[in-house]
């Protein structure tokens, strides 16, 4: 089955440093969401892209989708202590319908 | 702005009992779901709900589980017979077909399999 994979597990940076985490699917995705839970909370949903080569801007957040729909990644520029929590993609192809298969996320701890 | 409920907030059983949990989805959202998340760990796809019946259901969506539109307004995940191991954060989510395929996340049922 589709397997997606993140990295890396954890980050540490401090206030002001950038930030990237990486995902990858073993399979083409249809779309690629990115979620952000925050510790003891529930994901909530960042963006979604959806065309091959797709770059989004959010305020200090980019993210970005492979030309093959098989990779993405989410940068942060200049970090705020905001910006702490667990970064998930999260892929959709068309095997498995609308169900969203999840990596294992990024922890990012942002230290002032 | 309209969100995603579930309930309980937390739920404590022991071994071999069954559960269910709760969840009232936003109201004009067609597509339910259900995930569960173990400690530090990455959320997982159990099942999905769609005009009254499973959409798709993950390997871990086995004969223990079930789920229910049992009224207009909520989304049950039932768990028989509950294991040690069901011990997880069960969150329900939601999505309107209109709007892309962004899904809203409820704030999750902790359960604990004693």
């Known amino acids: 089955g589709q397997q997606v994979m993140q990295i890396p597990q954890y980050q540490h940076v401090q206030e002001g440093e950038d930030f990237t985490t990486y995902c990858n699917s073993s399979t083409t995705l249809s779309n690629i969401q990115w979620y952000k839970q925050r510790p003891g909370g529930h994901p909530v949903f960042l963006i979604q892209l959806v065309k091959s080569g797709e770059v989004k801007k959010q305020k200090r957040l980019t993210f970005q989708f492979g030309e093959a729909k098989k990779n993405s990644s989410l940068h942060i520029t200049a970090t705020q202590t905001t910006d702490v929590g667990t970064y998930f993609c999260?892929?959709?192809?068309?095997?498995?319908?609308?169900?969203?298969?999840f990596g294992k996320g990024t922890s990012l701890l942002v230290t002032p | 702005e309209p969100e995603v409920t579930q309930t309980p907030s937390h739920q404590v059983t022991q071994m071999g009992q069954e559960v269910i949990l709760r969840c009232v989805p936003i109201?004009?959202?067609?597509?339910f779901y259900w995930y569960r998340q173990i400690l530090g760990q990455k959320v997982e796809f159990l099942v999905s709900f769609y005009n009254n019946e499973i959409s798709e259901k993950s390997e871990i969506f086995d004969d223990q589980f079930s789920v229910e539109r049992p009224d207009g307004s909520n989304f049950t995940l039932k768990i028989r017979s509950t294991k040690l191991e069901d011990s997880a954060m069960y969150f329900c989510?939601?999505?309107?077909?209109?709007?892309?395929?962004?899904?809203?996340f409820g704030p999750g049922t902790r359960l604990t399999v004693t």
């Open positions: 989510a939601s999505r309107d077909p209109g709007q892309s395929y962004e899904q809203y």
């Open positions: 999260a892929g959709q192809d068309s095997n498995s319908g609308y169900a969203l298969n």
């Open positions: 109201s004009n959202h067609l597509y």
